[in-house]
């Protein structure tokens, strides 16, 4: 059973972020707390809905780089929306809107044009991330949505077994905050439920089946009827959203959204190493949403717990490059032993 489990593609990276997750539990004080795994969550959740979405396209044998720029671009576009007079929904649903056509115009550059989609996605990172330099002037703006107000309640304290019931102010963002970002768990939920939907729509739907083909033998799914030009644009549509999401909900999460074109390139970086590192292939045809969720989980836990161990950060990108490299050498020799095995 314990073989089986390792063999599965998915089980080498959950073994390596089990065994990171007890080695800072052991080594570092604080770590294994609910107050930590709060703050680890803005290090890992956003990331998993990012390689989500990467899984899609990589399966298909593509990739998409202009996700760091979507994410940038996405919390802009809503903003503007607001300052239209537009309610927040609406702004919402527009600002998906403009990420989907982003993922349109790259789908028809690889598929209809013929433009590779390394050369496409890097492009449209760049040509973007200019875009939205010009849309905000370079300068942040507040996130709509995401004010605080502050109220006064009453709250029962027991003092030498008598209770007081004293004033307090409390900080409180608004519902639409609270589901798209500011909650405590906002960001985990959606992440666990597009991982999820990702995960059975790989597995259990037609399209992932012809994602799965596409990636596997271009030729031999488009002789089997299977239509690769929509199959591969629909992906890069959904890659698109899923980025744009996720810059929603980390600008209404810290109240704000900057123009930061470098952070947003990490961003993309991170979440295409998540999704390698979880077991999905570049050349396509194989890959896991469920890997995904934990290649980004163990990323996040080793750059939370490298941060309370006090490793200086200019040592923190190389140990993560290290330990990415690490993780892959593991999978691939999994894979190996896979083979091996004649586990699929």
């Known amino acids: ?18 065994l990171a997750i007890l080695y800072f539990s052991l080594s570092t004080e604080h770590f294994f707390s609910h107050a930590n795994f709060i703050n680890v969550l803005p290090y890992f959740a956003p990331f998993a809905i990012l390689a989500a979405g990467e899984v899609l396209l990589m399966v298909a044998g593509e990739i998409d780089l202009s996700i760091g720029s979507v994410y940038l671009f996405s919390p802009f576009m809503f903003y503007q929306f607001n300052e239209a007079g537009l309610p927040l929904v609406a702004c919402l649903i527009l600002a998906l809107l403009c990420s989907a056509v982003v993922g349109v115009i790259n789908g028809i550059f690889v598929e209809v044009i013929g433009v590779s989609s390394f050369i496409t996605t890097l492009g449209m990172l760049l040509g973007l991330g200019g875009l939205t330099l010009i849309i905000s002037h370079a300068q942040p703006v507040a996130m709509p949505g995401a004010d605080v107000t502050t109220h006064t309640v009453n709250v029962t304290h027991i003092v030498n077994g008598q209770k007081i019931v004293l004033p307090e102010q409390v900080n409180e963002v608004g519902t639409f905050a609270k589901i798209f970002g500011a909650g405590a768990y906002s960001e985990l939920i959606w992440a666990l439920v597009i991982i999820l939907g990702t995960q059975v729509l790989l597995t259990l739907t037609r399209w992932g089946t012809y994602t799965i ?13 299977i239509n690769v030009r929509l199959t ?21 999460r810290a109240g704000s959204v900057t123009p930061d074109t470098a952070g947003a390139s990490e961003s993309m970086f991170r979440a295409v190493s998540a999704a390698v590192i979880g077991g999905t292939l570049l050349i396509g045809g194989v890959g896991t949403a469920i890997g995904a969720l934990f290649g980004a989980l163990f990323l996040g836990v080793l750059r939370d717990g490298l941060t309370l161990k006090g490793v200086n950060a200019d040592y923190l990108d190389f140990i993560l490059g290290l330990a990415i490299l690490g993780a892959m050498v ?10 091996g095995s004649g586990v699929g």
């Open 1 to 18: 059973m314990l073989v089986r489990f390792l063999t599965l593609r998915e089980g080498s990276i959950i073994v390596v972020t089990l």
């Open 213 to 225: 083909a596409v990636g596997g033998n271009r030729l031999g799914a488009r002789e089997a009827g």
């Open 232 to 252: 591969v644009i629909r992906n890069f549509i959904v890659c698109s959203v899923f980025a744009g999401l996720v810059g929603v909900l980390e600008a209404t």
């Open 330 to 339: 593991v999978n691939i020799y999994v894979g190996k032993v896979r083979k």
